[in-house]
């Protein structure tokens, strides 16, 4: 049971370059969530899904996109990468017990660098 | 809005201390969830404990405890008899419902604990 898996594990990009960030969970779980994590300022959540075919924003969604075709996969994607959006990445899922209250489960994370 | 402090950037200890990590948290919210998450020099997340804001009852599991005060907006979490592979940086987060918008899980900066032997 691999649980949430991020690619690519790690990446380099010039400014201005795209990309995409797969997550992939197999728990059947309804939510999907993507953070960046920033030394000294925790995780701050970037987009979310509540199923299939839904996103919502977080705190920083500025600079990303997300879709959610498939219930077990959550994309992120940078359309102009800026050095600014150099961070780990972690991708979660939860299963909703009682209203969404349940634990994440996260992704190993990704290291993007935006050079 | 919702928002969780955890005052203590870094700490240190020496192995078999007790330490208490502080999380202070704020919502408007009658409802809602403490977590504690543990990452490791390997990166990854890793869940220790959930609280609802109806259940103010203490839990302990082994070495690790949590203080929950509504009273005063807390949710400590205290490692006793610390141990090295303690170290580790540990996150307290609050979900909680932000305004317009379905629940969302809010982390703090996060305390990173150095046990040394």
């Known amino acids: 049971n691999a649980g949430v898996t991020q690619t690519p594990k790690f990446r380099v990009l010039k400014t201005g370059q795209s990309m995409t960030l797969l997550c992939a969970q197999d728990?059947?779980?309804?939510?999907m969530y993507w953070y960046r994590q920033d030394p000294g300022m925790g995780l701050r959540l970037i987009h979310y899904?509540?199923?299939?075919?839904?996103?919502a924003k977080g705190e920083v969604p500025d600079g990303y996109n997300v879709s959610r075709l498939k219930k077990q996969n959550f994309l992120l994607g940078l359309e102009s990468a800026a050095p600014s959006q150099t961070s780990v990445y972690f991708c979660?899922?939860?299963?909703?017990?009682?209203?969404?209250?349940?634990?994440?489960?996260f992704g190993e994370g990704s290291r993007l660098t935006v050079l | 809005a919702q928002k969780v402090t955890q005052a203590q950037t870094e700490i240190s200890v020496v192995e078999k201390e007790d330490v208490t990590l502080d999380c202070v948290y704020e919502?408007?919210?009658?409802?809602?969830?403490l977590f504690w998450y543990k990452q490791p020099p390997s990166g990854e997340l890793v869940f220790l404990i959930r609280r609802n804001s109806f259940d103010e009852q203490n839990e302990i599991s082994g070495r690790y405890s949590w203080n929950f005060q509504k009273s005063t907006s807390s949710f400590n979490f205290t490692i006793t008899a610390s141990q090295v592979v303690d170290s580790a940086v540990y996150f307290c987060a609050l979900h909680a419902y932000q305004s317009g918008s379905a629940r969302q899980l809010t982390f703090g900066s996060g305390t990173q604990l150095t046990v040394l032997p």
């Open positions: 979660a899922s939860s299963f909703p017990r009682g209203g969404g209250t349940g634990e994440l489960f």
């Open positions: 899904s509540v199923g299939e075919g839904t996103t």
């Open positions: 728990m059947n779980h309804e939510y």
């Open positions: 919502t408007r919210d009658t409802t809602y969830y």
